[in-house]
């Protein structure tokens, strides 16, 4: 009997387990799709809509500020009187409760007052508040937590009455009328840095000087809260600019536009975008990092349209899986039309601002140098040399008597035009110098005080304006001009104790005290490297730019103590350039007072990619101890910069909020002039 023969078929293979690059993906893929939920129901739910809490002072209030029927605001009987201070007030898009003008008692003038805050966590604080006989400085306002740790925040606020408040961008304020008609007052917005993440307790006002002394006083009429949400931020005011550009085809023009954002998040945000409902952002400025609390300007560039309908302005940030997600949104009026010509008219000329290339470029280099620079000389730290003609004119000065006994009684100032030798005269060695110092931008004298012209013009501010406009380029007077029309305030020769208003300058000579050079002047007499980085590092975190002179001689050649202080400040530059060049102000506080043997200064990467602390002594103890409130991130990575090796630096904070950077020896004898920390964030 034959078999029955069977033939195998295939089967199908036994499953293989899956492989690691499936496993990931997979795991991968779920971690975005929850990731996604979860970005969209905590953040876009949370972050748009806030609640405001306004602050309760009647228990603080020892003043009547405003009013329809009296007040007393600066010991002199004036005070606010406009519709805007009655029950409710608002400041770009914070709104604020008042107290009833009619109240004996509507104004908290600074004494130590201590300031119950709702037991939460907030993420803003702000006053409404402005200084009478002031400006108020260095006045810290300290908010205290639940766990007893501290943040303050040290205010610079100008006087009520201070001019040109219009040109004001580091505050948002409001115009109010006086008791005396047709004189009005600012009254400011001011930000108080408090940390997201905290419970808080109480405010502690400063000391300020009281009604009726004719101090600086500070005044606080309402205080408005917000409070902490995931992933929030508000969009506190969005103002024009008088830059324009076109576009890179040129077939459109673009109108620079500027945001002030806060992060009311106890989590950093990253990638920040703006968009505007009904306009086309071409440009916007870069801001990687925004820590919770903190504050930026952003810049962005619209196209040119008529529209002036009201705008729904959205912040979105971005998460690192690549959401964007809203964070804020607030509806602004803005004006997006093409400007038209600048006229002589003032009023048209005081539309015109400093343009951005001027604000980033934090370090200029001025050259004095005419016919005053043949005789050269004044009396060592007490005149500018430059002014040789005018003092020569006053009888019985020190020029007066150095001119007879050197060039005699019938030697005329205009002789020294025949003396002027300019043909060993050498731009480019000029700008040799400007190179190595690492200076951005330089001024040239075109015309000093003796009439002699180096640059032959007649044009002037409207002309100057339009044409540049027309070109292309964005240009800058100063408030030398002769009207009351600038772009800017010069600060000459001096330190400040308060921050000036708007956009400024500082200036000075290497010399004690003479733009123009002085061969009376010996080389030890000069400003030191040191002093003059310094002097540079305080400018520029106060939100201005330094703007240093050098006097060439008769003859045009600069004088070897100047080469030598230019050259060594390109060199320490090169190594800490960010630090100032893409550095703004830290809008909390300028500087440490906490370790005044350690004075510290601070910058903030204007990108929010970093923050920087300059130690302008010797670190002692090997480590650096900061108590002002610092944005930190977990991953933070600290550095000396410029050391070769670029070694990460161990940090830690302590229970008391202090934030301590360990340096060690190696770190330390590296510095020169001044030791910059690098805080770069992930």
């Not at 799709?33 to 405001?52: G, K």
């Given at each position: 009997?034959?078999?029955?023969?069977?033939?195998?078929?295939?089967?199908?293979?036994?499953?293989?387990?899956?492989?690691?690059?499936?496993?990931?993906?997979?795991?991968?893929?779920?971690?975005?799709?929850?990731?996604?939920?979860?970005?969209?129901?905590?953040?876009?739910?949370?972050?748009?809509?806030?609640?405001?809490?306004?602050?309760?002072?009647?228990?603080?209030?020892?003043?009547?500020?405003?009013g329809e029927q009296g007040g007393n605001l600066d010991g002199l009987g004036n005070h606010f009187s406009c519709p805007e201070l009655v029950s409710s007030s608002r400041i770009g898009t914070i709104p604020f409760a008042l107290i009833d003008s009619k109240n004996k008692n509507n104004d908290a003038t600074a004494a130590g007052q201590v300031i119950t805050l709702p037991k939460r966590r907030l993420g803003a604080l702000y006053l409404l508040a402005t200084t009478t006989h002031g400006p108020v400085t260095s006045s810290h306002l300290a908010i205290t937590y639940q766990d007893g740790s501290i943040s303050s925040t040290i205010i610079d606020i100008p006087d009520w009455q201070v001019s040109q408040a219009k040109d004001i961008e580091r505050l948002d304020l409001m115009s109010c009328e006086t008791n005396h008609r047709g004189i009005n007052g600012s009254v400011f917005l001011v930000p108080l840095y408090v940390d997201p993440a905290k419970p808080v307790s109480h405010l502690t006002l400063p000391y300020t000087s009281s009604i009726g002394s004719f101090g600086s006083t500070l005044h606080t009429f309402a205080i408005t809260a917000l409070p902490a949400t995931p992933g929030g931020a508000k969009i506190l005011s969005m103002w024009a600019t008088s830059e324009f550009e076109t576009s890179g085809t040129a077939e459109f023009e673009l109108k620079w536009f500027r945001a002030r954002v806060q992060n009311t998040s106890p989590r950093l945000l990253a990638r920040l975008k703006i968009s505007i409902e009904g306009a086309k952002v071409v440009k916007q400025d870069a801001l990687h990092r925004l820590g919770p609390g903190q504050i930026a300007i952003v810049r962005l560039a619209v196209q040119v349209s008529s529209s002036t309908q009201p705008s729904l302005v959205t912040v979105s940030s971005k998460s690192w899986l690549g959401v964007q997600t809203t964070v804020a949104q607030d509806t602004f009026q803005l004006d997006f039309s093409n400007m038209t010509e600048y006229t002589q008219d003032e009023k048209s000329l005081r539309q015109h601002q400093a343009p951005q290339w001027l604000r980033d470029a934090k370090f200029g280099i001025f050259i004095h140098w005419g016919v005053y620079s043949v005789p050269s000389w004044s009396k060592v730290g007490e005149s500018y040399s430059e002014w040789y003609w005018w003092q020569l004119m006053q009888r019985d000065s020190p020029t007066f008597h150095h001119h007879r006994r050197t060039y005699g009684e019938q030697f005329e100032y205009d002789d020294f035009i025949d003396q002027w030798n300019t043909s060993t005269f050498d731009p480019y060695q000029w700008l040799d110098l400007v190179d190595q110092s690492q200076a951005k931008y330089y001024v040239f004298t075109t015309k000093h005080h003796d009439g002699v012209a180096l640059f032959d013009t007649k044009v002037w501010q409207a002309d100057y304006f339009n044409k540049a406009k027309k070109q292309g380029r964005q240009v800058a007077v100063n408030d030398r001009c002769g009207n009351s029309v600038s772009d800017f305030t010069t600060i000459e020769y001096r330190g400040v104790s308060s921050l000036p208003p708007r956009f400024w300058e500082a200036t000075r000579g290497m010399d004690p005290y003479s733009f123009g050079y002085n061969h009376e002047t010996s080389p030890d007499q000069y400003a030191s490297t040191t002093s003059l980085i310094h002097e540079l590092i305080q400018v520029v975190a106060r939100g201005g730019n330094f703007l240093l002179n050098i006097g060439p001689d008769g003859n045009g050649t600069v004088a070897a103590p100047m080469r030598q202080r230019l050259v060594e400040m390109g060199e320490w530059l090169a190594r800490v350039g960010p630090s100032l060049f893409e550095a703004e102000p830290y809008w909390v506080t300028v500087q440490d007072a906490a370790t005044p043997s350690q004075p510290l200064v601070f910058t903030t990467h204007r990108q929010g990619s970093a923050f920087y602390i300059f130690c302008l002594e010797r670190p002692v103890t090997g480590r650096v101890v900061v108590r002002a409130p610092v944005p930190l991130h977990p991953a933070t990575l600290v550095r000396l910069m410029g050391d070769p090796l670029r070694e990460h630096l161990p940090w830690k904070v302590w229970g008391n909020g202090r934030f301590i950077i360990q340096v060690p020896d190696r770190v330390v004898e590296i510095g020169k002039h001044a030791w910059v920390f690098e805080l770069k964030y992930p």
């Open positions: 009997m034959a078999r029955t023969s069977y033939t195998s078929l295939a089967t199908a293979p036994e499953p293989q387990a899956p492989t690691f690059h499936y496993r990931y993906g997979l795991i991968a893929l779920l971690l975005v799709f929850v990731n996604t939920i979860i970005y969209y129901q905590v953040y876009q739910l949370a972050s748009v809509d806030q609640d405001y809490l306004f602050i309760d002072l009647q228990k603080v209030v020892n003043n009547q500020g405003y």
